[in-house]
Every structure is written in C-alpha cells, then in structure tokens.
C-alpha cells in the first residue's frame, strides 16, 4: 500500500489556491490556465449567474432568435409568438444533438436539423416525424432558461434559482438606461472576437485604465483620469483632469436638467448581481466616441434633446460592460470558450430609423470601439502568456486598478461558495 494518498476534493489544489488567495494582488496562474479552473468557473459563475447575452433588438420580431454558447452549454433566445423573450437550451430533447447552429434566425418554429423534430417558439414540441400513436409529444419540450430583459438588455441565467438581487440591481439601473430606449433600438454592427486569454482576464483589463495609454483612439474623448481619485491623479493627467472637472461640472448641470440619473453607484463585490454605473462627460465635444467627440450618427437614441450628454457607463459581474452616448450604444458580452480562449461579443446599437450612409457611417461608428477591442485583446493575449509560466506570482494592485480587486474578490466569493456547496 506504501504511502499513497488518496487525493480528496477536501485538499485539492484548487481548494488550497481559493483559499489562500491574497487580496490585493492579482491571482495565481492555474485560476487562468487550469482546465479544473475552468470547469469550476463554469459550474460557480457562469452556470450560476445572470449573464448577458444579448439585446432585445437582435430578436425584435415573433420567431427571431439568436443564440449563445457559454462554456459546454448552448442557449436559443427566441421573441416568442405574444412577443416574449423566451430562453431555452439549444439541445434536442430526441437524440440530443444541436438544434440551431446558425448564430442567428427567423423562423416560425425551431427545427432540429437532424431528424427535424420541430419546437415552437414556446419550446413546445409540435411535431416528431414518423413516432408511434401513442408518442406524447408534452413530454419532450425544450428545457428552459430564466431570461430577462433591463431596459433593452438580455440576461439569462441556467441555475433553477438564479441570484435573488437580481431585480433589485434590475430596477436600480433601469432608470439610467431606459431614456436611450435600447429596446426599440436598431443592431447597427455586431462583432465576435476570439481573444487569446482566459475570460477573467479580459473582465479585469475591461475594470482599469492604467493601461489606457495603449488606446490613443479611445483618449481622444475617454478621459484617462478614470479610476483615479483627486489625490491619486498622476501629474501628467493633471491638465486632463482639469479639463474632466470642468466638463463634469457642465454635465451635470445637463443631467439635471434633463431628468437623467447620473449618480455613481458601485456595488462591485458587495452582492451576487455585482454592478457599478455612472453618467460620466466625455472630453472634446463630448457627444460620442469618435475622433472629435461629435456624433457619428445624425439620430439620438430616445430622441434626447442634446446631443452632448457624456456617457452612460455600466458595468456588471461577471461578464459585462456597456458604453451609451447620446447617438449611440455599445454592449459587451464576455463568453469563455476555453482556459485561455475567450469570446467578445459587441453590438453597437443606433435609433430605430437610423439609416446607413443617411444617417450614420458605419465604418466611423464602430471605429473607436473596435480599435479599442482589438489593443485590448493584444494586451490580454500578453497577459495570458505571462502568467502561464512557472515564474509568474502575484503582484500588487495600484489605487486606480481598484475595479479589478472588486471583480477579483466577487469572483472568489463565487468559488468559495460553490465549493462549500
Ligand atoms: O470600458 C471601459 O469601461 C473602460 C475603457 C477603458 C478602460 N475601461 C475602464
Ligand atoms: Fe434532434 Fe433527432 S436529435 S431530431
Ligand atoms: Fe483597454
């Protein structure tokens, strides 16, 4: 028998590196390129949580739908007959296969491509070729998934009992979001792309701007000031933050008169639904993210009456963040495909009667975004490269990388929670 141990969940790795976590540093390498991580992440945050997924605008008519993998499962999210929003997992209650594999649709009913059983948009089973008299079709309707939509956006959550806070945290950023009337809006672009890393890093390079330098597009109207306070503001961003301190100071003014909430709320990592939002100035003209910060679309979201309104800044554990501008939106989906692959969905969103070349260009609409997104994915590329040599260790967080504490301490109170289960 000799001294073999038998190697319990009890004393586990994974175990011991949740439990030893240090706060104030960023983690140890096997949380990003461990394939036990990355089942647990799954398991504790992504099966558990309220995840964003997409906007009501992909799915505007009955029969439109769209789906969304997240890690091993796959989601059809379909506007249903009374115009719902439905949610169910894409997998055939027959033999099992994938029922939908186009991303996106329209049709009256969901049709498995293999032995065609065909769903409704209710996930009712309607019809299974050639099965016996008897065959009781109300047993072998699709398996569904809690969805729902704030103010435009759609989450949906694949635990039987989703996070409680949820309609709370749903009611508190409503009131932000729903003068830009996101739901009736028009999917002007969407853009998936494969970043080499593993999904935490992209959310905590998403929660800091000590590295915003590498984004000269983004700065012509993000200010880099963001994440300092007034006393931490580094000497060279002084002229910047004066010049945010005095379009703060307009915005506000705006704000108010207009009714728009705009107070920073941050709950990053006191709650399961963490979130944190704000109404913010952007600089130059301070209307929308483009190289003068003027509008690039003619048409404001909501019909709002300026056009210089700053942004409406989201952000939500565990995998979103939202940009809104008077012209326009942008939404950010984080899905994980592997230990070190990750997918970036992102729809920028335009009025409803906004017409291409009319109206907006759209090559000038996602262009600061997506030069943005693509510097990002080159830094968490890096990042993923780094940390997976046996020479990394933790280093400490600076003042302004606060966020990324916030998103680090909610996720391991995620795991610590699932593993006590
Ligand atoms: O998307 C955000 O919230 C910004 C962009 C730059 C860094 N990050 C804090
Ligand atoms: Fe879907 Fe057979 S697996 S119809
Ligand atoms: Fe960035």
Redesign the pocket.
Known sequence: MGDTKVKTAETSPIRDLVARRRAGRSLEGPFYTDREFFALDIAAVFARQWIFVAVDAEVPEPGDHTTVDIGPYSVIVVRDDEENLRAFHNV?R????R?LTEGRGASGNLV??????TYGTDGALRY?PSQPADFDRGCFGLKTVHVRSVGGLVFVCLADEPPADFAEVAARIEPYLLPHRLRGAKVAARTDLVEDGNWKLVMENNRECYHCDGHPELLRTFFPTYGYTEENVPTALRPAHERYLRADAEMRGTYERLGLPYALIEELDSRATGFRIQRDALDLAGESFTTDGRAACHRRLGDLPTPRLGHLALHLQPNSWFHVVGDHAITFSVLPLAPDRTLLRTTWLVHPDATEDEDYDLATLVKIWTATNEQDARLVARAQQGISSPVYEPGPYAPTEYQVEAFCNWYITRLREALRR
């Open positions: 055939c027959h033999r099992g296969s029922i498995c491509g293999y032995h065609k059983w299974a």
